[in-house]
């Protein structure tokens, strides 16, 4: 009868040679992994996340305030008027860079996209939205009120909201509510024109359009039929 002590030294010989790589193996993988082990704590450091409490702070807030005064990169607003449209308390009635033909369509373009579904195509306030039951109409841009106010008054609303109208200050830039804000004096003008505005000498390119339909947001506007014909239909 084979006992186990005879029998281990020839099992032991039989499969040493296949045991010694996997043995070398197992070795070479606990290496790995206690030297990766190593680099743990550089993994996993002692943090708080988002909003945590922390007894470390007086007020125990693991997320700090900014340091008063921080300004981040590309957040410099040295330029109050640009960012406010203010000066002092009021509103001012000057643009802060230049109108050109390219501000006024960047103007056009945001305007028809944020401000149209409300205000309408021409400003008159019978946007889309209002003739769908919205709260409240827009008063038209048109009234004696809006004409004489301010454009930093256009950019002031846009930027914080009017009574139930709220501020386009996150979906719009700075420039891009300048922009906004000069177009609607565009529109202004263009509703109120009169033979006193066309510089001496010059004559009048046009009959202010008449228009049927002011444009809702959702269509775009129409004048009368034989204005149309004359190639004064649709502005877009
Ligand atoms: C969702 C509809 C809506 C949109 C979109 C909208 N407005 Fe208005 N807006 C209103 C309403 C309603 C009022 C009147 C608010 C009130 O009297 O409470 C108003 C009022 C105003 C006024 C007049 C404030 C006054 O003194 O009477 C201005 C200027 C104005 N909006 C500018 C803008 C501009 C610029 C945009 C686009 C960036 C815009 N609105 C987009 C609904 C809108």
């Given at each position: 009868?084979?006992?186990?002590?005879?029998?281990?030294?020839?099992?032991?010989?039989?499969?040493?040679?296949?045991?010694?790589?996997?043995?070398?193996?197992?070795?070479?993988?606990?290496?790995?992994?206690?030297?990766?082990?190593?680099?743990?704590?550089?993994?996993?450091?002692?943090?708080?996340?988002?909003?945590?409490?922390?007894d470390?702070?007086?007020?125990?807030?693991?997320?700090?305030?900014?340091?008063?005064?921080?300004?981040?990169?590309?957040?410099?607003?040295?330029?109050?008027?640009?960012?406010?449209?203010?000066?002092?308390?009021?509103?001012?009635?000057?643009?802060?860079?230049?109108?050109?033909?390219?501000?006024?369509?960047?103007?056009?373009?945001?305007?028809?996209?944020?401000?149209?579904?409300?205000?309408?195509?021409?400003?008159d306030?019978n946007?889309?939205?209002?003739?769908?039951?919205?709260?409240?109409?827009?008063?038209?841009y048109?009234?004696?009120?809006?004409?004489?106010?301010?454009?930093?008054?256009f950019?002031?609303?846009?930027?914080?909201?009017?009574?139930?109208?709220?501020?386009?200050?996150?979906?719009?830039?700075?420039?891009?509510?300048?922009?906004?804000?000069?177009y609607?004096?565009?529109?202004?003008?263009?509703?109120?024109?009169?033979?006193?505005?066309?510089?001496?000498?010059?004559?009048?390119?046009?009959?202010?359009?008449?228009?049927?339909?002011?444009?809702?947001?959702?269509?775009?506007?129409?004048?009368?039929?034989?204005?149309?014909?004359?190639?004064?239909?649709?502005?877009?």
């Amino acid at each position: 009868m084979v006992t186990f002590r005879k029998f281990a030294p020839k099992f032991a010989a039989k499969f040493a040679g296949r045991l010694a790589p996997l043995v070398l193996l197992a070795l070479v993988l606990l290496a790995m992994i206690s030297s990766v082990g190593c680099r743990i704590d550089m993994h996993v450091q002692p943090r708080y996340n988002p909003l945590a409490k922390s007894d470390f702070f007086p007020d125990q807030r693991a997320s700090r305030p900014r340091v008063e005064g921080t300004v981040a990169r590309g957040d410099e607003r040295a330029d109050t008027y640009f960012y406010t449209g203010k000066v002092g308390n009021n509103d001012g009635d000057f643009m802060p860079f230049p109108v050109t033909r390219e501000v006024l369509e960047r103007g056009r373009e945001r305007y028809n996209v944020y401000c149209s579904p409300c205000h309408s195509r021409v400003g008159d306030g019978n946007g889309f939205i209002p003739s769908r039951g919205f709260v409240r109409k827009p008063p038209s841009y048109h009234i004696d009120r809006l004409q004489k106010a301010p454009i930093g008054y256009f950019f002031d609303v846009a930027t914080n909201g009017f009574g139930i109208m709220l501020d386009y200050s996150s979906q719009i830039s700075a420039r891009d509510r300048w922009c906004v804000a000069a177009y609607i004096r565009a529109l202004q003008l263009s509703q109120n024109a009169t033979a006193a505005d066309v510089p001496a000498g010059q004559s009048i390119p046009s009959k202010p359009p008449d228009f049927i339909e002011s444009g809702t947001g959702a269509t775009l506007p129409r004048t009368a039929p034989s204005q149309a014909k004359a190639g004064k239909g649709e502005t877009e």
